[in-house]
């Protein structure tokens, strides 16, 4: 497991049975959860002498419709949903945790997303996000690079809706802006930086030639590939203060 999924595994306590993954895009992230949590049981079974507590539940939610199906289509046996983090259809305190991965950097109220994981949670409970660094390297961002490029050339095509951010901006934070966003009810516990941005000129440079030059998606699809597999490979680096991403880990009171 590699890159914020499998960082956000390893960061989620053994306890957290119930797990919602807000924005679970085509659902890698919710499987990689949900084996995670399956390994946990069969040690803690062969620990129990064989009984063991309890398997872990993984609830997925994607707003974006040809995703949420996409999802379905490649883990049937995993509930996943469409649905909005802004609205979530659980009750308050449903789950043990809750993770946010790549998610508020898109939001129309990022504080509205937040709150809604936080209804959510169980008291003790944990949140795992991960958004965009607002360091140094944010420059790179290929979505806002590309967005700019439109601007100056309109017959650019469009960004597709999932690829989109409210007010045209992909956002970056600060650990200061995701402290402030979770308020007094929640400690955060864990942070890491990771990456230098390396991905973010591979995307532009298929997001121009692929969509914008050729006009061929099919190929940008399939060449979309590339980029996902650098974004995660370059997430496994830590880099501090220079990084291009941030995961924050956070509980509960």
């Given at each position: 497991m590699i890159g914020r999924w499998g960082r956000a595994a390893r960061w989620l306590p053994c306890s957290a049975r119930r797990v919602l993954d807000v924005g679970c895009a085509f659902g890698f992230g919710s499987a990689v959860l949900a084996r995670a949590g399956e390994r946990e049981d069969g040690r803690s079974s062969r620990r129990a002498g064989g009984r063991n507590a309890g398997s872990r539940y993984v609830l997925g939610i994607e707003p974006y419709r040809p995703y949420a199906l996409q999802a379905r289509r490649r883990y049937p046996r995993l509930p996943l949903a469409q649905g909005d983090g802004s609205a979530l259809p659980l009750r308050s305190g449903a789950v043990d945790a809750v993770a946010l991965l790549d998610v508020l950097e898109h939001a129309a109220d990022p504080a509205g997303v937040l709150?809604?994981?936080q209804r959510a949670l169980r008291p003790g409970g944990t949140l795992v996000l991960s958004v965009p660094y607002r360091g140094p390297l944010a420059a790179l961002d290929s979505l806002n690079v590309y967005r700019a490029l439109q601007r100056r050339w309109?017959?650019?095509?469009p960004l597709e809706p999932s690829e989109q951010s409210t007010g045209g901006q992909h956002r970056h934070f600060t650990v200061e802006d995701v402290r402030s966003l979770l308020g007094d009810e929640m400690v955060v516990d864990r942070i890491q930086r990771t990456g230098i941005g390396l991905a973010e000129p591979i995307h532009l440079a298929l997001l121009v030639l692929c969509r914008g030059i050729l006009r061929w998606e099919r190929a940008y699809l399939l060449?979309?590939?590339?980029?996902?597999?650098?974004?995660l490979v370059e997430d496994l680096l830590p880099t501090g203060p220079a990084g291009y991403h941030l995961t924050v880990r956070a509980r509960r009171l």
């Open positions: 709150a809604e994981a309109p017959g650019l095509p060449l979309r590939h590339v980029y996902f597999a650098a974004y």
